[in-house]
């Protein structure tokens, strides 16, 4: 596991208080003065380098950005794992499997309201995560009032779609046509789930496998990444504006 020196640095550390506890999130903040604000979940390697650049990037585009550690209800804080280490994957995986979905909306739900009081934020709020952020990101949209949510290849999003009715605000899903954890009868699932309502929107990169957008990581695809992070970009500045 990778150590990390973000919390040692003030302005990277934001402090989410819930009904159920206190976490952390990795914060970034841009150069404008009031900014929308945007919550990034992570996979289950945690808040990494990928997660901390893709932040990075929300904020160089003009938003504030905070990914919460959502691994701390397992008494794991600053979880940030190596895509490229074996060990890391297997306790990523295992902190996965004892991960409680249901909480971890909950705590989901807990930053995007302190998101919305934070100094320099106009109170508007998206959300988009990655793999597991993915799901939660989907399920966000579906229990919370959150203003936007963009879902990059969200693994279980198929055994959730019966929450599609409950989601009003727009969202926008990215999936990988090789995903070896989504298979494509799952994908065409949530395809046609999502279909007929304008506030959605859905796109497939062909040839792509999963994480096709994550910093070098092994399925990297740029021009998918490329075209993702523009179409997300483009989104949020709508919706969020």
Request: charged share 25%.
């Amino acid at each position: 596991m990778t150590t990390s020196t973000w919390h040692d640095d003030p302005e990277h550390v934001f402090r989410i208080r819930s009904a159920e506890g206190s976490f952390d999130g990795y914060l970034a903040r841009p150069a404008a003065v009031a900014a929308p604000a945007i919550v990034v979940l992570h996979e289950v390697f945690g808040v990494n380098v990928d997660l901390r650049a893709t932040c990075d990037e929300l904020a160089a585009a003009g938003f504030i950005a905070i990914c919460p550690e959502l691994f701390w209800r397992q008494g794991e804080s600053h979880v940030d794992l190596s895509v490229q280490s074996q060990p890391d994957w297997e306790k990523g995986l295992a902190l996965y499997k004892a991960f409680d979905i249901d909480a971890g909306v909950r705590d989901v739900e807990a930053t995007i309201a302190a998101a919305r009081t934070l100094t320099g934020a106009t109170g508007r709020v998206g959300v988009m995560g990655f793999c597991l952020g993915g799901l939660l990101t989907f399920l966000a949209a579906a229990r919370t009032r959150v203003d936007a949510a963009v879902a990059f290849h969200g693994g279980r999003t198929e055994e959730f779609l019966g929450e599609t009715a409950d989601i009003d605000g727009p969202l926008q899903m990215h999936l990988a046509e090789e995903d070896e954890f989504i298979p494509k009868k799952a994908q065409r699932e949530i395809a046609e789930a999502l279909a007929g309502n304008p506030k959605f929107e859905v796109f497939s990169y062909p040839g792509c496998r999963h994480a096709f957008s994550r910093h070098g990581g092994t399925h990297f695809n740029a021009e998918a990444a490329r075209l993702s992070r523009a179409r997300t970009l483009e989104f949020f500045h709508r919706e969020l504006a």
